[in-house]
């Protein structure tokens, strides 16, 4: 089946920096690559996602990035602001199953 | 659009007990419902995938006798931890996806709220 593998596991930045959180998954079958934003306690936020026929994708102030050859995406957000912080997840899709990377902690310091 | 609702939100109860969490698409038709489990500080595990009007289909590990799954509708699907015990505390998330939810394509998954169940 599908392995997803996230990185790092907590990442901590100044507001206003930038934040990347790079995924690599197993299976070339997968062709729907979702990130999710998910606060204590609360629900998975779909914040932005791509399929496997674009490289790039961007929605203000976040951007994901897709190598199917090497198959690993990658989620960045510029001009980070203290509500970013949260947990975001990786996700990869095989067949509309998804399968979750690890989780990234994510603190954006003022 | 596109919202999907979970109740109850928290639930306790006693070991031995069983327990009902209902998942609902409030403004779509959900083909297919997904059921996950997220302990604490962990990532989310798939349960089962459920589709209307068959069986589910559950990922290896989880038990299909504990952990009972009926899609009977294309709005409803209902998650029953039978008999439940301290070890089965944990979050549980259900998602639904649809062609027709919001433009997104079958593979675009909305999560519910995430029943917070907690066995004494």
């Known amino acids: 089946g599908e392995n997803v593998e996230q990185h790092p596991s907590t990442l901590s930045v100044q507001e206003g920096d930038s934040a990347v959180i790079k995924c690599t998954y197993s299976?070339?079958?997968?062709?729907?690559f979702p990130w999710y934003k998910q606060e204590l306690g609360k629900r998975p936020q779909l914040i932005i996602d791509i399929r496997s026929n674009v490289g790039e994708k961007k929605d203000q102030r976040i951007a994901v990035t897709l190598n199917k050859t090497a198959k690993h995406f990658s989620l960045h957000i510029t001009e980070t602001q203290p509500e970013d912080s949260a947990v975001y997840f990786c996700?990869?899709?095989?067949?509309?199953?998804?399968?979750f990377g690890q989780g990234t902690i994510l603190t954006v310091h003022p | 659009g596109a919202v999907v609702s979970q109740h109850p939100s928290r639930v306790i109860c006693k070991s031995g007990t069983s327990v009902k969490i209902e998942c609902r698409s409030l403004d779509f038709q959900a083909t297919t419902m997904f059921w996950y489990r997220q302990f604490p500080k962990q990532s989310l595990m798939l349960m089962a995938t459920?589709?209307?009007?068959?069986?589910?289909?559950?990922e290896q590990g989880v038990e299909k006798d504990k952990f009972l799954i009926n899609h009977a509708s294309l709005t409803l699907s209902t998650l029953t931890v039978t008999s439940a015990h301290p070890e089965d505390s944990s979050f549980y998330i259900c998602?639904?996806?649809?062609?027709?939810?919001?433009?997104?394509?079958?593979?675009?998954?909305?999560f519910g709220p995430g029943t917070r169940l907690t066995v004494l």
């Open positions: 459920s589709n209307e009007g068959s069986k589910a289909t559950y």
């Open positions: 998602s639904a996806s649809s062609a027709g939810a919001e433009g997104g394509g079958t593979d675009t998954q909305y």
């Open positions: 299976d070339s079958a997968s062709n729907y």
């Open positions: 996700a990869a899709s095989s067949y509309g199953k998804l399968t």
